[in-house]
Protein backbone atom coordinates (compact mmCIF):
# COMPACT_ATOMS: atom_id res chain seq x y z
CA UNK A 1 0.00 0.00 0.00
CA UNK A 2 1.31 3.58 -0.30
CA UNK A 3 0.90 6.09 2.07
CA UNK A 4 1.37 10.07 2.52
CA UNK A 5 1.11 11.88 5.34
CA UNK A 6 2.56 15.85 4.73
CA UNK A 7 5.50 15.71 2.03
CA UNK A 8 6.43 12.03 3.26
CA UNK A 9 5.14 9.08 0.48
CA UNK A 10 6.20 5.67 0.89
CA UNK A 11 5.03 2.27 0.18
CA UNK A 12 4.59 0.03 3.20
CA UNK A 13 3.71 -3.74 3.68
CA UNK A 14 0.49 -5.00 6.45
CA UNK A 15 1.70 -7.12 8.87
CA UNK A 16 -1.69 -7.67 10.49
CA UNK A 17 -5.15 -6.02 9.74
CA UNK A 18 -8.23 -5.78 11.69
CA UNK A 19 -12.00 -4.15 11.99
CA UNK A 20 -14.40 -3.07 14.45
CA UNK A 21 -17.36 -1.35 14.87
CA UNK A 22 -17.41 2.55 15.74
CA UNK A 23 -18.73 3.85 18.53
CA UNK A 24 -20.23 6.73 17.19
CA UNK A 25 -21.49 5.44 14.16
CA UNK A 26 -21.46 1.69 13.86
CA UNK A 27 -19.22 1.67 10.86
CA UNK A 28 -16.76 -0.80 10.39
CA UNK A 29 -13.03 1.28 11.03
CA UNK A 30 -10.12 -0.91 10.48
CA UNK A 31 -6.56 -1.08 12.00
CA UNK A 32 -3.58 -2.01 10.82
CA UNK A 33 0.13 -2.14 11.44
CA UNK A 34 2.44 -0.73 8.68
CA UNK A 35 6.01 -1.49 7.79
CA UNK A 36 8.32 0.47 5.62
CA UNK A 37 11.99 1.01 5.63
CA UNK A 38 13.52 4.62 5.41
CA UNK A 39 16.82 4.29 3.13
CA UNK A 40 17.92 7.76 3.61
CA UNK A 41 18.59 9.57 6.90
CA UNK A 42 16.50 12.73 5.36
CA UNK A 43 13.53 10.53 5.26
CA UNK A 44 14.33 8.93 8.61
CA UNK A 45 13.88 12.07 10.20
CA UNK A 46 10.93 13.40 8.15
CA UNK A 47 9.00 9.77 9.11
CA UNK A 48 9.61 10.32 13.08
CA UNK A 49 8.91 14.04 12.54
CA UNK A 50 5.42 12.47 10.87
CA UNK A 51 4.63 10.14 12.99
CA UNK A 52 4.19 12.41 15.86
CA UNK A 53 2.26 14.83 13.66
CA UNK A 54 -0.51 12.10 12.68
CA UNK A 55 -1.47 10.61 15.85
CA UNK A 56 -4.97 12.66 15.60
CA UNK A 57 -5.27 11.92 11.64
CA UNK A 58 -3.68 13.38 8.62
CA UNK A 59 -2.34 10.04 7.40
CA UNK A 60 -3.93 9.05 3.84
CA UNK A 61 -3.62 5.45 1.89
CA UNK A 62 -3.84 6.27 -1.57
CA UNK A 63 -5.85 4.69 -4.24
CA UNK A 64 -4.38 2.22 -7.14
CA UNK A 65 -3.26 4.84 -8.85
CA UNK A 66 -1.51 5.88 -5.86
CA UNK A 67 -2.81 9.84 -6.39
CA UNK A 68 -5.56 9.97 -4.76
CA UNK A 69 -6.63 10.15 -1.26
CA UNK A 70 -8.25 6.12 -0.46
CA UNK A 71 -8.42 6.96 3.43
CA UNK A 72 -7.55 8.28 6.34
CA UNK A 73 -5.54 7.12 9.08
CA UNK A 74 -4.05 8.16 12.30
CA UNK A 75 -0.55 6.90 14.16
CA UNK A 76 -1.67 5.14 17.69
CA UNK A 77 2.11 3.98 18.34
CA UNK A 78 5.76 4.13 15.87
CA UNK A 79 8.94 2.40 16.24
CA UNK A 80 11.66 2.16 14.44
CA UNK A 81 15.09 -0.19 14.45
CA UNK A 82 18.46 0.38 12.77
CA UNK A 83 18.93 -3.26 10.80
CA UNK A 84 22.49 -3.46 9.55
CA UNK A 85 25.86 -1.50 10.40
CA UNK A 86 26.90 2.19 9.59
CA UNK A 87 27.23 3.46 6.87
CA UNK A 88 24.73 0.46 5.01
CA UNK A 89 22.18 0.04 7.11
CA UNK A 90 18.60 0.97 6.86
CA UNK A 91 15.73 2.06 9.45
CA UNK A 92 12.93 0.05 10.03
CA UNK A 93 9.63 1.90 10.62
CA UNK A 94 6.59 0.05 12.25
CA UNK A 95 3.37 2.00 12.57
CA UNK A 96 0.03 1.39 14.41
CA UNK A 97 -2.63 3.00 12.42
CA UNK A 98 -6.48 3.39 12.81
CA UNK A 99 -9.02 4.56 10.37
CA UNK A 100 -10.43 8.23 11.09
CA UNK A 101 -14.01 9.24 11.03
CA UNK A 102 -14.77 12.78 10.06
CA UNK A 103 -18.28 13.22 11.71
CA UNK A 104 -20.27 16.08 10.25
CA UNK A 105 -23.47 16.63 12.30
CA UNK A 106 -26.57 18.44 9.64
CA UNK A 107 -29.35 18.39 12.64
CA UNK A 108 -29.06 17.19 16.52
CA UNK A 109 -32.10 16.22 17.43
CA UNK A 110 -33.07 16.04 21.11
CA UNK A 111 -35.92 14.76 22.36
CA UNK A 112 -38.45 17.19 21.02
CA UNK A 113 -36.10 20.16 19.85
CA UNK A 114 -34.11 20.20 17.19
CA UNK A 115 -31.34 22.55 15.93
CA UNK A 116 -28.76 22.88 13.33
CA UNK A 117 -25.11 23.30 15.07
CA UNK A 118 -23.12 25.86 13.10
CA UNK A 119 -20.47 24.05 15.56
CA UNK A 120 -19.91 20.45 16.94
CA UNK A 121 -17.86 17.92 18.44
CA UNK A 122 -17.54 14.27 19.78
CA UNK A 123 -15.20 12.48 22.32
CA UNK A 124 -15.50 8.86 22.79
CA UNK A 125 -13.86 7.52 25.89
CA UNK A 126 -11.90 4.41 26.68
CA UNK A 127 -14.97 3.14 28.15
CA UNK A 128 -17.15 4.01 24.63
CA UNK A 129 -19.11 6.71 25.92
CA UNK A 130 -19.71 9.30 23.60
CA UNK A 131 -20.50 13.06 24.37
CA UNK A 132 -21.05 15.60 22.54
CA UNK A 133 -21.44 19.02 22.68
CA UNK A 134 -22.62 21.66 20.15
CA UNK A 135 -23.39 25.62 19.30
CA UNK A 136 -26.82 26.29 17.69
CA UNK A 137 -28.89 29.09 16.96
CA UNK A 138 -32.00 28.50 18.95
CA UNK A 139 -35.72 29.81 19.05
CA UNK A 140 -37.23 30.71 22.25
CA UNK A 141 -39.43 27.98 22.33
CA UNK A 142 -36.90 25.41 21.19
CA UNK A 143 -34.86 27.25 24.48
CA UNK A 144 -37.54 27.02 26.61
CA UNK A 145 -38.09 23.24 25.55
CA UNK A 146 -34.29 22.62 26.49
CA UNK A 147 -34.87 24.09 30.24
CA UNK A 148 -37.54 21.21 30.35
CA UNK A 149 -35.48 18.94 29.42
CA UNK A 150 -34.75 15.91 32.52
CA UNK A 151 -33.37 12.82 32.66
CA UNK A 152 -32.85 10.53 30.02
CA UNK A 153 -33.20 11.56 26.16
CA UNK A 154 -32.98 10.37 23.06
CA UNK A 155 -30.78 12.08 20.41
CA UNK A 156 -30.35 11.59 17.22
CA UNK A 157 -27.10 13.12 15.11
CA UNK A 158 -28.43 13.42 11.62
CA UNK A 159 -25.88 13.26 9.16
CA UNK A 160 -23.64 10.97 11.83
CA UNK A 161 -26.06 8.43 12.13
CA UNK A 162 -29.62 7.99 12.54
CA UNK A 163 -29.91 5.32 15.41
CA UNK A 164 -30.88 7.22 18.42
CA UNK A 165 -28.85 7.28 21.78
CA UNK A 166 -30.19 7.69 24.97
CA UNK A 167 -27.88 10.22 26.36
CA UNK A 168 -28.59 13.20 29.48
CA UNK A 169 -28.11 16.66 28.57
CA UNK A 170 -25.10 17.91 30.43
CA UNK A 171 -25.86 21.62 30.82
CA UNK A 172 -26.47 24.14 28.49
CA UNK A 173 -25.85 27.88 28.05
CA UNK A 174 -27.30 30.86 26.31
CA UNK A 175 -27.05 33.92 25.22
CA UNK A 176 -26.62 36.42 22.09
CA UNK A 177 -23.64 36.23 19.98
CA UNK A 178 -21.12 39.66 20.71
CA UNK A 179 -22.84 41.82 17.91
CA UNK A 180 -26.06 41.10 20.39
CA UNK A 181 -28.10 39.64 16.86
CA UNK A 182 -28.40 36.16 17.07
CA UNK A 183 -29.65 34.48 20.23
CA UNK A 184 -28.00 30.51 20.25
CA UNK A 185 -27.20 27.92 23.19
CA UNK A 186 -24.05 25.53 23.68
CA UNK A 187 -24.50 22.70 25.21
CA UNK A 188 -23.03 18.73 26.24
CA UNK A 189 -25.01 15.93 26.00
CA UNK A 190 -23.00 12.23 27.25
CA UNK A 191 -24.38 8.51 27.09
CA UNK A 192 -26.49 7.26 30.07
CA UNK A 193 -24.11 5.17 31.88
CA UNK A 194 -23.19 3.69 35.00
CA UNK A 195 -20.82 6.05 37.52
CA UNK A 196 -17.18 5.49 37.71
CA UNK A 197 -13.81 6.86 38.91
CA UNK A 198 -10.89 7.74 36.71
CA UNK A 199 -7.77 10.08 37.02
CA UNK A 200 -9.91 13.27 35.99
CA UNK A 201 -12.70 12.98 39.15
CA UNK A 202 -16.28 10.58 39.16
CA UNK A 203 -17.78 9.83 35.66
CA UNK A 204 -21.81 10.24 35.58
CA UNK A 205 -21.99 11.47 38.86
CA UNK A 206 -25.28 10.48 40.27
CA UNK A 207 -28.55 12.77 40.28
CA UNK A 208 -28.77 15.12 43.71
CA UNK A 209 -32.38 14.17 44.07
CA UNK A 210 -32.22 16.33 47.75
CA UNK A 211 -34.68 18.57 46.62
CA UNK A 212 -37.09 15.97 45.65
CA UNK A 213 -36.68 14.51 48.83
CA UNK A 214 -37.65 17.85 50.39
CA UNK A 215 -40.33 17.73 48.33
CA UNK A 216 -41.97 14.50 49.17
CA UNK A 217 -42.06 15.45 53.03
CA UNK A 218 -43.53 18.74 52.68
CA UNK A 219 -46.39 16.86 50.77
CA UNK A 220 -46.79 13.91 53.24
CA UNK A 221 -47.11 16.88 55.84
CA UNK A 222 -49.63 18.70 53.62
CA UNK A 223 -47.40 21.47 53.79
CA UNK A 224 -47.94 21.56 50.22
CA UNK A 225 -50.41 20.80 47.56
CA UNK A 226 -50.01 19.89 44.12
CA UNK A 227 -50.39 23.26 42.63
CA UNK A 228 -47.29 24.75 44.94
CA UNK A 229 -45.43 21.92 43.79
CA UNK A 230 -45.73 22.98 40.49
CA UNK A 231 -45.39 26.67 40.97
CA UNK A 232 -42.41 25.88 42.99
CA UNK A 233 -40.68 23.59 40.25
CA UNK A 234 -41.67 26.18 37.18
CA UNK A 235 -39.79 28.94 39.75
CA UNK A 236 -36.96 26.85 40.05
CA UNK A 237 -36.45 26.31 36.38
CA UNK A 238 -37.50 29.89 35.38
CA UNK A 239 -34.24 30.90 38.09
CA UNK A 240 -31.88 28.24 37.18
CA UNK A 241 -32.54 29.05 33.24
CA UNK A 242 -31.50 32.46 33.62
CA UNK A 243 -28.12 32.01 35.54
CA UNK A 244 -27.38 30.49 32.30
CA UNK A 245 -27.50 33.35 30.12
CA UNK A 246 -23.88 34.42 28.71
CA UNK A 247 -22.46 37.63 27.39
CA UNK A 248 -20.89 36.35 24.78
CA UNK A 249 -22.36 32.84 23.62
CA UNK A 250 -19.78 32.42 21.02
CA UNK A 251 -16.76 33.41 23.22
CA UNK A 252 -13.70 31.28 22.21
CA UNK A 253 -12.55 27.98 23.99
CA UNK A 254 -13.01 24.30 23.58
CA UNK A 255 -16.53 23.01 23.46
CA UNK A 256 -15.39 19.95 25.43
Not at 64 to 84: C, I, K, L, N, Q
Request: aromatic letters at 6%; hydrophobic letters at 45%; one cysteine or more.
Amino acid sequence: MRFRAGELEFNATVADASQSPSAQTGDLLRSMTIQFRAQKTAMHELALAEAALRQAGGLFSLDDGGEAPEAEWRVRESTFSYVGSEPWGINHHVWRIEQVERLACERLMLGPVTLEPYEYVEQVSEAGVVRLAARATVSDADLDALSRLDGPIEVIRQGISSTPRTMVLDGYVWGADQAGSVQAVALACADVHEPSVTLAGIDARPRDAVLDDLIAVLRAKSVLGDQDVLDLRERIRQRRHAALRVSNINAPGPLI
